[in-house]
């Protein structure tokens, strides 16, 4: 019966299913603390995360929770500052006094492999989020962020724009590094050169939008459109075009990336690139929880365009 209840790879279907059988017929209901004191962990799930992106987070959490609702699980969530240089004691001793089942640990710290290295020698199942592979697919969740936003740029261009402003995200993230190579990608698929007065750096936060947006619509040749590496830019970017009198989408187009509630709540509704935030978090739980079957979840997730109202073909 234990085996059944913690989902040993050691029986077979049959077996399975017959325990199983008697365990609903005698309505039998395991004590996670006993079961916890056997393993000697907690049947918790933390999140570990350095994310300035709170709509990304907020996401990912709702992902989780609803993949472990009907389980013995609970979530944890852990902030930690990636620059500290006690980053690696705190996390082990969060690991350590939660005694946790399994860890997702979010960008950037999920592309740090000496970290993910350190959780699994602490006897974690980790799962690490990306926007490029960075580990075995039983241990991974990622995103097609580079070959998204160069279709994302390359259809700007196809609306017929030819200045297109760029809003980077922050240095350090990969995220950042795949979404501004795609940029780089679209404009050359569409015969495009960048150019450095049209691009501008922020990081992930509503005001480096702000700030971006004012930056690329103070040059001579302001853009007709503005790509931004996620929502909460794009938004700042909107704002910024207002407080200028310039009008969102005809006198300039705005895409952002992530699809969270801001795009479709801010006016016009913002086109945007939907990253499948909740999809990769409710796999990533689905490996923690069941690590013997966590190969067989998905681990690679395709992006696509939302297409609404702060894009349209550029003036005459």
Known sequence: MSRVINKSPLLNQATREKVEAVIADLGYVPNPQARALALRRNFLIGLIHDNPNAQMVLGVQEGILDTIRKTEFALVVRPVDRHSP???????????????????????????????????????????????????????????????????????????????????????????????????????RAGLATEPELAARGDYRFESGLAAGAQLLS?????????????????????????????VPDDLSIVGFDDTA??????????????????MAQAAASKLIDPANAASQPSFFLSDLVRRASTVPPRE
């Open 86 to 188: 006690t980053m690696f004691d705190d996390i082990r001793h969060f690991i350590e006094q939660q005694r946790l089942y399994g860890v997702m640990l979010l960008p950037p710290i999920s592309e740090n492999d000496e970290l993910a290295r350190m959780c699994r020698d602490l006897g974690c199942t980790v799962v690490r989020m990306g926007s490029a592979r960075l580990d075995d697919d039983a241990h991974l969740v990622a995103s097609n962020d580079r070959q998204a936003v160069s279709e994302a740029v390359a259809w700007l261009a196809e609306l017929g724009h030819r200045r297109i402003g760029f809003v980077a995200g922050p240095e350090g993230f990969r995220s950042a590094r795949e979404r501004e190579l795609g940029f780089a990608d679209g404009m050359t």
């Open 219 to 247: 040059v001579d040749r302001p853009p007709t459109a503005i790509f931004c590496s996620n929502d909460e830019m794009a938004a700042g970017v909107l704002h910024a075009a207002r407080a200028r009198q310039i009008d």
């Open 262 to 279: 801001t795009a479709a709540h801010i006016w016009p509704p913002l086109t945007t690139v939907r990253w499948p935030i909740a999809a």
